[in-house]
């Protein structure tokens, strides 16, 4: 179950709703994803209007102002899609608004997504305006004492009335340990102890802070949604004569649709007439556009850049590729790093622990030492301001999000910032080689027959044709002619060894030396670069085809590449015969392998790899169905996506979207460049306010200083985030 909070702006607000949430007897699990103002319950079996009723009491304590919406159940597999802005609406088109523009779609929506797009309140800017205007005719002219004060209580409340009314609502609620009424009693302090410039100026500070740091956050919340912006509006269905805007949802397999120029493709499928260039930029991070003409696949998310399409769909709007890909990047808030959670926890520490100091700062001194009140309540008031967490509650999970959006613009999904962090530790990787390493595009290149026998190649399509593995294709392939299924019974795949068939009664075989030995028919095993088929008929050995598979053009500087990262290990698990996989390896500079697997000794060697003591992540990177297991058991498992089975995908954790390897390079400078942020925002943040306590408690800081160790340092923190969304990694 997702739930929309409308109007969140708080992050330590947000980290109590999780919080509370989470608490409820009949929510399993909370996650916040402050990002996109998203609430994602896992729930036991229980009405969900009820749960939604609890937390909208949850969020009338903490936020009033926030309003919380059930995302459609329609939408629930995939929250926060709109197909008007893709920003969480729970709204659903009818098909004649199709027709209609984007803004009358909003209005039909029933709500406006304003408040989310805009950078900018501008109501607050001319009521501060106002404000700053009366502080410089209090500062800089000589009026009485009367007229001067208040000059600067009208002055202070221009600028900081939304912050007092917040913290009285708050003081109501028994909820008040945040930074509103933390700068509410700050400055009512500093006006106390007839500080009356510093009062509103402080107020006026945090003001601006907090105006820079909201419009940052909201420029990289608006430049992440960007990124993932690849949800189709419409699809052009045939209707009659004409073509009629319909909701992509509404396309089954098997329709015929148009794709126009500069419209999104908006369900997988095959082209049946035109030719044009498409940008997949969004999918793949791949920024030249690629061909399209009859008979090739294209991927739902690509934009058409030239002539009109004519497509054959293949797959349903939740199946096709674009829905998946937003699936996936949606989903990943739910599965939090490690530094996230850990700072989560801190913040509910810190707070009440720094505003136990300021009393204990404010009452001890003066009480048993004979110190001046006024001194060190103004020191106390330091402490008060300082106490707020943002800059780590912010700046942590934008960091994180950050990285997952810098992922997704390079054709690389991540399912989770844990393992973006996991990637950040990675130590070891292990490869499979067919379709990861090799393009896994198979072509016969030799035909040995024995002696005698003519028709080798036949026998071997023959023996093939059911079969959908890419070695079987390219016999096929290779064959040509027609092949006649009635000559065909008795068809069994024996794992890891190959086929057994009757043709015309006859018992034919093809496959591995393992298949032969099993039915005590001896056979040639020449030292040859590729794969051996083995073809026998009637118990008689008919001679062996060679296939052969090329290394991938960036599998060897992707290897380097990974060796200068620091990697300890590669390891290549592979079915392929020893001769072959080894001489991949030392051709990639791959350090162990484990050739002529099964399926299952696939997953025993890596549980003995995995057995194996290392501090770092334990890497899989493979591409087909029998690799799903493996991938599950990896600490990451990263799947290829562009030819990779959907199971693969789906057990994977992280997706490469164009099958290179040079993709997992990228992603592991991400997830290293993210951790670099992550530290540096902790490390500041802490060191600067950790500094200004210490001098406040000294008397050598003032409320000007508490407040940029405030909003000064969250807003530095903001913007540190935002550059792991402008750097290239190449």
Sequence with gaps: MTLLLEGLSCPSCGAKIEAAAGKLPKVQKATLNFIKKTLELSLFEVDEEEIKIEVEKIVGRIEPDVKVRRVNAAHDENPAICSGCGNGCS???????????????????????GDDHELVNTALLIRVGIGIAFLLIAVLTDFPFGVELGLFILSYLLIGADVLWRSVKNIIRGDFLDENFLMSLATLGAFATWQYPEAVSVMLFYQVGEFFQDYAVNLSRKNIADLIDIRPDYANIKSGDEWKKVNPEAVKPGDVILIRPGEKVPLDGIVMEGSSSLDTTALTGESLPGDAGPGDRILSGSINQSGALVVKVEKSFGESTASKILELVENAAGSKAATENFITKFARIYTPAVVAAAILLA???????????????????????????????????????????????????????????????????????????TRGVFQVSKIMPQKGVENLLELAAYAEHFSNHPIAQSIKREYGDKIDESRLTDYREIPGQGISVLLDGRRLLAGNRELMQQNHISCAEPEEPGTLIHIAKDGQYAGWLLISDQVKPDSKSALSALKSLGIRKTVMLTGDRPAVAHRVAAD??????????????KVEAFRYLKEKKAEGSLVFVGDGLNDAPVLAMADVGIAMGGMGSDAAIEAADVVLMTDEPMKLVQAIKIARYTHKIVLQNIIFALAVKGLVLILGAGGLANLWEAVFADVGVALIAVLNAMRILRKEYK
């Design 91 to 113: 709204c659903m088109e009818k098909e004649e608004n199709y027709e209609k523009n984007d803004t009358q779609k909003n209005v039909e929506h029933g709500h406006s997504h």
């Design 363 to 437: 009452v001890l001194p003066p009480l048993f030492a004979d110190q001046n009140w006024i001194t060190w309540l103004n020191r106390a008031l330091i402490f008060l301001v300082v106490s707020c967490p943002c800059a780590l509650v912010l700046s942590i999970p934008l960091s994180f999000f950050g990285g997952l959006g810098a992922a997704s613009r390079n054709g690389i999904l991540i399912k989770g910032s844990n393992y973006l962090d996991a990637l950040n530790r990675v130590e070891r990787v292990v490869f499979d080689k067919t379709g990861t390493l």
């Design 588 to 601: 990639l500079g791959i350090d162990e392998v484990h050739a002529g697997l099964l399926p299952q000794d």
